[in-house]
């Protein structure tokens, strides 16, 4: 039983990149989804690095339903627990691309790769936390080594990412209204 439930976190996990993947190249930049115009506007403003959990909440709970409908809400925990853990992987790491300078070559390399995404080709490097799928699904540019050397010196934002304001109700029901229609 335990090894199982460490078993499905782990799938969680892993899934997570997949996930990630699809969110960003599918429902932020594919299509027109109410994705499109929350990551439209961390493209305007690189501070906005964080998603809210008003937006995150209700596909966690989604992600549960559908998932306890194939196997038992208790497998379904350990599964979206581990989705979860995969996620919150990607938004540290995501602040830390934009935020401080890397500390490692694998965290340069992923830093380049989703800094390439933002100023050399936003319809490519669609993986923050791995570059396999962006692999996988052919939208790793021939030139990547180029554009990398291109973003490589790129100094990291100084100041604040909106991580407070997404926490705060008010400020968070406001960000994602004005995310949805920047008209307003």
């Not at 596909?59 to 379904?76: N, V, Y």
């Not at 995969?86 to 694998?106: N, T």
């Not at 180029?146 to 926490?167: C, H, M, Q």
């Amino acid at each position: 039983m335990i090894a199982e439930a460490i078993g499905l976190v782990l799938a969680g996990f892993c899934c997570w990149g997949l996930l990630e993947y699809a969110i960003h190249s599918l429902l932020a930049h594919r299509w027109k989804t109410f994705v499109s115009p929350l990551h439209a506007n961390h493209h305007r403003n690189p501070r906005n690095v964080f998603t809210s959990p008003i937006a995150v909440v209700p596909i966690a709970l989604l992600l549960f339903g559908a998932a306890a409908l194939a196997t038992s809400p208790l497998q379904a925990s350990c599964f979206v627990g581990g989705v979860l853990a995969g996620f919150s992987r990607y938004e540290w790491m995501h602040w830390r691309f934009h935020f401080r300078e890397p500390r490692s070559q694998r965290e340069r390399l992923l830093r380049s790769h989703h800094l390439a995404h933002h100023f050399c080709n936003a319809r490519s490097y669609h993986g923050v936390s791995t570059r396999l799928w962006d692999r996988v699904f052919g939208t790793l540019p021939t030139g990547w080594k180029e554009d990398y050397a291109r973003v490589d010196k790129r100094a990291p934002l100084t100041g604040r990412s909106n991580f407070v304001e997404i926490w705060n109700p008010k400020t968070s029901f406001a960000h994602l209204r004005r995310a949805l229609n920047p008209l307003q």
